[in-house]
């Protein structure tokens, strides 16, 4: 459908700026007087190259991120803030569009009023731009539709979309330091071998003098990575897409995310943090109104590890089946006895949202502990290693020199 950019005058005389979506300029007009935005100037804007306007929500060319995760929970809260207010759904997404600062979100919004005046139900027009709303937001939209408290569904779920960005950061924020250790290592290493290798080979080389063992190592590392750096380029970028092409096969992303919780303190830290997401999740979804069976099936296709997402689609056919949630988990033997105790006296006790709230508080706690674990152990290994590393390199170009010396 056309965009038209739009310039009016409202009821008090007041200039008026924006976007409208239109089949033809005569429609715009029409759908602006309805508003009681009478038109100064209307243009129909451009497309970019290849017929596609600045936004594909429908065709899946938007990319999840992090900047689209945190401006949806803000307009989200913001949409919650103006419903409990007694604003009309319509009007608080026209309140959207007109306060917000990024056009894409712009765009997305004025697609999905769009639609919800045709008709549609907010939840389903969100489906629409899966890069901004995920299935679990739809669905917990549609409950909160279904039972008239979508203002509290949409608090619920700004805060749970908020949960989630800080429960992902803490884990990334950790491993910048180590990160940038090694980034810094194999620079110097690089240096090293490219600039300062060569010369003091040269200088032994033309005093006929043979080169000690590590020195010899030295230069034949330095001498490979000089002449067929793009041959090693070539191979690490094969590896790359093998190792993507492994781990997206059922059976690669298998086996590598139950390596991944194999792994010591780092898959401890990846098992308690899907225990939080898991915990968190499923508590927000019942809260708000969405059947067992379908929260369970979103909570699942939450998770980011192939290993508990099986084990979670047993449950679920489990429960289908008229079991408890609890009793298929502790059997599974993927979720800690912990977790799957609570959710059974949650049960029990008619108070599983709560229970699932207190796991996720427990757990975002230990996602804190197990951070700075992993952290306190990586820190000082990088270093070890990266010490080690550039000590050989130094001690093989100064062995020869200090041979130079005894001539």
Do not use: C
Request: proline share 3%; charged share 20%; no cysteine.
């Amino acid at each position: 459908m056309p965009v038209f950019d739009y310039k009016a005058l409202d009821g008090n005389n007041k200039q008026r700026r924006g976007l409208i979506d239109a089949d033809t300029a005569r429609e715009a007009r029409v759908k602006l007087k309805r508003e009681q935005l009478y038109v100064t100037d209307l243009q129909e804007r451009k497309k970019r190259k290849g017929g596609a306007l600045q936004l594909k929500g429908i065709t899946g060319f938007e990319t999840v991120n992090k900047q689209r995760s945190e401006q949806v929970a803000a307009v989200t809260r913001q949409m919650a803030s103006l419903l409990q207010a007694g604003i009309p759904l319509s009007d608080g997404l026209r309140m959207v569009i007109e306060q917000s600062p990024d056009k894409k979100i712009e765009s997305t919004f004025r697609d999905i009023r769009e639609k919800v005046t045709q008709g549609m139900t907010f939840g389903d027009a969100v489906l629409q731009h899966p890069a901004y709303f995920t299935d679990l937001y739809s669905n917990m939209v549609k409950a909160g539709e279904s039972a008239g408290a979508l203002d509290k569904v949409l608090a619920r779920l700004a805060e749970f979309l908020q949960t989630q960005a800080r429960l992902k950061n803490k884990v990334g924020t950790a491993l910048i330091y180590p990160m940038v250790m090694i980034i810094v290592g194999v620079v110097v290493v690089a240096i090293l071998l490219q600039f300062v290798v060569p010369k003091v080979t040269k200088l032994i080389e033309g005093r006929g003098q043979e080169l000690p063992l590590p020195t010899k190592i030295l230069v034949a590392t330095s001498h490979f990575l000089t002449n067929y750096w793009l041959l090693v380029a070539v191979g690490i970028i094969l590896l790359m897409i093998g190792f993507q092409l492994f781990i997206n096969s059922e059976r690669g992303r298998l086996a590598f995310d139950r390596f991944k919780l194999a792994l010591p303190v780092f898959g401890d830290l990846m098992r308690k943090q899907s225990m939080a997401r898991f915990a968190t999740t499923l508590s927000t979804l019942l809260r708000s109104g969405v059947p067992a069976l379908q929260a369970i099936n979103v909570t699942r296709d939450v998770l980011d590890n192939k290993v508990l997402q099986n084990a979670l689609q047993v449950v679920h056919d489990q429960v289908l089946e008229g079991a408890d949630i609890s009793t298929p988990m502790k059997q599974s033997g993927v979720f800690p006895a912990t977790v799957s105790y609570m959710i059974g006296v949650g049960e029990q006790a008619g108070n599983l949202e709560e229970m699932l709230e207190r796991i996720a508080s427990s757990y975002d706690e230990e996602v804190d502990f197990a951070t700075q674990r992993l952290t306190s152990v990586l820190e000082p290994l990088i270093i070890v290693v990266l010490a080690t590393v550039v000590a050989g390199v130094v001690i093989s170009i100064v062995m020869p020199l200090m041979q130079l010396q005894k001539f």
